[in-house]
């Protein structure tokens, strides 16, 4: 392979033709042609010369999925004043930092009309395209704005693309202009176009919001011997041994080229899959992955099996956009095999890359624009065998992909996180990384959450990876200049984050149910369940309020109590979060009312006091309902309908309400603060009405009923169990 020779397709098929013999109208068919195979860097170079015959210079480029090398072709056009020509041998620039481009130069020699004839928006827009699809953000900015500026309708997604590259250099306060400009006609709501704004203005709102960056998460750039001046990228991690080793990928100095004797071929340009490890507090200098994995071609994103039996990564030919797989080595007998591209993954003329495997081993997640998906590149998983053969391939979804791009997928099975980066959820520019939760089965996601800066920036960052303890991470992002590269050059770097413990808290106020009114002085006791911490003591201010930090990792019982009050109680734990967390809780008091309070549901056999199964079942909720009021005593009181003898009513009943009293202190409920009393009929049920007027369901009172259904559910009212509150302690700031 002639890495400076023969990079473009077009080239190869075209030859390379003397600027002077071709005309406007041939290099628009080249810029079309090279535009249609995703050769982006020949097509916007092409797309210049239509406008300026003078264009010269050579565009070297790294992209966040793949990299490509553009060499434009030889070309003995007289240089243009105001530009100075480059090299064939120019340096790498990556996207998206390339040099900003130069103003048009129009042709003395030109007719008027030609831009009319040749389509001056057209080639603008198209140039536009070129470099937002190439992530050249920069320049993307300039030429979106040059098509702005052509009131074009043939073009209407520019504005919104122009406000997208705006945000991405940073730019939020000018990107939300445009974007607020667009979402301003309603009657477009329908449209890609308003759509996209909509999702930018979100993302430019969030990205000027202060709660958008997540304090406890820390991240730095790994060291030189990783990221160095001799490496145009480092991006695309792996775990190779947990914390201690990573596969990476990168395009350095030293890297595996077809022919070493070729001088012409330069790996800088071509992307292998090294092994890094670490050094105390730093890192050793990458070693090149052993076995016939390397090649000439680009190679990258790799995932190692557990046993290390098994290795996926993406191979992808700088010759040709399309040809870019998932492939798959062995290691036997001591040694890595031959790769072999894996079916149902990949389809011929499609994009498969970033190969995820689950802790299981029984599932391959990747990103692929192949047919069947939302848009763009999707995320897609396939079943793996024993013998490591991949099922059909399964779409993620849409709660997951969109009709943008989603990539790098990496799946945390301890968790049941995916981690991906994105450019079409709600972001702050660019690619920014994110988090779906999955369901049991991994086949529904939740709706993604931003991991927020500093993980993110306006720029791409991709390519996340978290160890088990979730307090370790990596991830590559070109939102530096990479001046080993370029001075005015954006390249992926690797970077590391370390979270710090998160911190957790919980604030609420506490309430009179009834009134709404909050209660001062109101003592809330936070427990540990599982009983390792000593209880402590909260006591809420005039404005019923409380507050309090919690320690990481514990589940704890909260009751809020005050005197001539129920309590109420609720829970909280800070067990399995990895982020920091304030918890708000607040009470709703009940007054402990004077008279009865029936307890619904108390059955006995018949004319017995032996208590039913149901009927224990609501004294258990009763014996928790005294455990929580622990400063309450109560009578249980039972009574009976009015037919038998007063005597034979007042003996059974008062049998059936010590049976409710035995079952309770069988749960442990102090005899002390427990009567029972039966009173057979002789005070029936009663209730008032919203007048005051008291109504009891006495002898005349049934009697006068005109159904015989209807008395026999007055009898039912006066066959209870219920309960007096009849003392109660002042509550004291103490355990017990």
Request: proline letters at 5%; charged letters at 25%; one cysteine or more.
């Amino acid at each position: 392979m002639k890495m400076r020779r023969v990079i473009t397709i077009l080239a190869l098929l075209c030859g390379f033709v003397s600027a002077f013999s071709q005309t406007r109208k041939e290099w628009l068919i080249h810029a079309d042609e090279a535009f249609k195979l995703e050769d982006y860097p020949s097509a916007a170079y092409y797309y210049q010369k239509v406008l300026d015959p003078g264009t010269h210079g050579s565009r070297d480029y790294l992209f966040p999925y793949d990299i490509k090398a553009f060499i434009a072709p030889l070309d003995s056009t007289p240089a243009d004043s105001t530009v100075k020509p480059t090299s064939a041998d120019s340096v790498v620039k990556p996207i998206p930092g390339d040099t900003v481009a130069k103003p048009l130069v129009v042709d003395s020699n030109m007719p008027k009309n030609i831009t009319q004839r040749i389509g001056y928006d057209y080639v603008v827009h198209r140039i536009a395209e070129c470099y937002r699809l190439m992530r050249d953000y920069d320049n993307a900015e300039l030429w979106y704005a040059k098509a702005v500026k052509t009131e074009s309708k043939k073009f209407p997604n520019d504005r919104v693309w122009y406000g997208m590259m705006l945000m991405t250099n940073k730019k939020y306060t000018e990107a939300q202009a445009i974007f607020e400009s667009i979402t301003a006609d309603s009657t477009k709501k329908n449209t890609y176009t308003y759509k996209r704004a909509r999702t930018g203005l979100l993302g430019c709102y969030f990205a000027l919001d202060t709660n958008s960056f997540k304090k406890e998460t820390e991240i730095s750039i790994l060291d030189t011997n990783v990221n160095s001046s001799d490496a145009s990228a480092v991006f695309a991690s792996g775990f190779y041994e947990a914390s201690i080793e990573l596969l990476v990928t990168s395009a350095r100095k030293g890297g595996k080229v077809t022919d070493p004797k070729d001088k012409e071929e330069d790996p800088y340009y071509l992307c292998d899959i090294y092994l890094i490890s670490r050094k105390d507090q730093g890192w050793k200098k990458p070693e090149m992955f052993e076995g016939p994995i390397n090649t000439g071609m680009h190679e990258g994103a790799p995932v190692i099996s557990i046993n290390k039996d098994m290795l996926f990564f993406t191979r992808w030919n700088p010759l040709d956009a399309k040809d870019c797989g998932i492939w798959m080595s062995r290691f036997m007998n001591g040694k890595w095999l031959e790769a072999s591209k894996l079916p149902n993954v990949n389809i011929d003329g499609y994009k498969s890359m970033h190969p995820s495997l689950s802790f299981e081993e029984d599932k391959l997640y990747f990103s692929s624009n192949r047919p069947g998906g939302k848009g763009g590149m999707d995320i897609w998983y396939v079943t793996i065998d024993d013998a490591g053969n991949p099922g059909m391939a399964i779409n993620l979804g849409s709660n997951v992909n969109t009709t943008e791009n989603e990539v790098s997928p990496f799946y945390h099975s301890k968790t049941t996180t995916l981690y991906f980066a994105s450019d079409g959820h709600l972001g702050i520019g660019g690619l920014d990384i994110f988090k779906a939760y999955a369901s049991e089965t991994d086949t529904t996601w939740t709706k993604p959450v931003n991991m927020k800066s500093p993980v993110n920036s306006s720029r791409d960052d991709a390519y996340f990876i978290i160890l088990n303890d979730q307090k370790t991470a990596y991830f590559s992002s070109d939102r530096e200049k990479c001046t080993g590269c370029n001075p005015s050059a954006y390249c992926y770097k690797l970077f590391e984050v370390v979270k710090n413990p998160p911190v957790f808290s919980i604030s609420g106020k506490v309430f009179d149910k009834e009134t709404g009114l909050v209660i001062q002085g109101s003592l809330v006791t936070f427990k540990d369940v599982a009983q390792n911490l000593q209880p402590f003591l909260l006591i809420t201010n005039d404005s019923g309020y409380y507050e309090s930090p919690l320690p990481e990792d514990f589940e704890f019982f909260i009751k809020a109590q005050k005197n001539k009050y129920f309590a109420d109680a609720t829970s909280v734990s800070t067990k399995g979060f990895t982020e920091s967390q304030h918890f708000i809780r607040n009470f709703y008091l009940v007054r402990i009312p004077a008279g009865e309070i029936v307890i619904e549901g108390i059955e006995y056999d018949f004319d017995k006091a032996t208590l039913r199964p149901r009927s224990k079942q609501i004294l258990d909720t009763l014996a928790m309902f005294l455990e929580l009021n622990n400063q309450v005593s109560i009578e249980i009181n039972s009574h009976t309908d009015i037919r038998g003898s007063d005597q034979y009513n007042l003996v059974l009943s008062d049998a059936r309400a010590k049976s409710c009293m035995d079952y309770l202190i069988t749960k442990g409920i102090d005899p002390e603060r427990l009567k029972s009393k039966g009173y057979g009929e002789t005070t029936p049920f009663a209730f008032k009405d919203k007048d005051g007027n008291e109504t009891k369901y006495d002898e005349p009172y049934i009697k006068a009923l005109r159904t015989e259904n209807e008395r026999e559910a007055a009898h039912q009212k006066n066959r209870r169990t219920s309960f007096v509150v009849t003392g109660e302690t002042k509550i004291q700031i103490r355990y017990k």
